[in-house]
């Protein structure tokens, strides 16, 4: 006994079984497997969808037939939307092409009638707009992947009043 009336724990020594328990084979003879499997898709596995067979003949056709018309109609969709996209590209050109043809004309006419710094201020609003309907989306685009890697690495965008991140002085 200690000094203030307890036992100091016995020790436990453990042996390393020579079999194991109920099977009379030793440890060093026993293989163990583990195994996974993953599957994903449109259909199902072919085990589950053997047994959609089984409980319902002709199942496993109508699923195959239902994944391929699934398939086509999102091949369909995608299709109409770049044929839209691609259109709304042409339309905002076009637009851009009339709109610059009509700065310049303007700054031109002005500058013909004499007053050259009223062409100038026609150009440049003219061909500004054209730059920044061009060149905006290219720049919103940086500043969203710039947030999206921000986001990603764990800084917050927010800012104090200041202007500073938050915790710059």
């Not at 449109?42 to 085990?47: E, N, V």
């Not at 199942?59 to 391929?68: F, H, P, T």
């Not at 007053?115 to 720049?139: D, E, K, N, R």
Request: proline letters at 7%; charged letters at 20%; one cysteine or more.
């Amino acid at each position: 006994m200690t000094e203030e009336g307890h036992q100091p724990p016995a020790k436990i020594q453990a042996q390393r079984p020579t079999t194991q328990p109920g099977s009379g084979i030793p440890p060093e003879n026993i293989d163990a497997e583990i195994r996974s499997e993953l599957f994903s898709g449109p259909i199902p596995h072919p085990a589950i969808l053997g047994g959609y067979e089984q409980v319902c003949p002709g199942a496993a056709d109508r699923i195959i037939a239902m994944a391929e018309k699934e398939q086509a109609h999102a091949h369909a969709v995608e299709v109409e939307r770049l044929r839209n996209a691609s259109e709304t590209t042409r339309r905002g050109q076009n637009g851009a092409m009339a709109i610059g043809g009509i700065a310049t004309a303007g700054s031109v006419l002005a500058v013909w009638a004499g007053s050259a710094a009223v062409g100038g201020i026609i150009a440049t609003v003219g061909l500004g707009t054209l730059a920044v309907g061009f060149l905006g989306p290219q720049i919103a685009k940086i500043f969203r992947a710039k947030k999206a890697d921000q986001l990603s690495d764990g800084k917050d965008s927010k800012r104090d009043d200041d202007g500073l991140d938050p915790g710059e002085d």
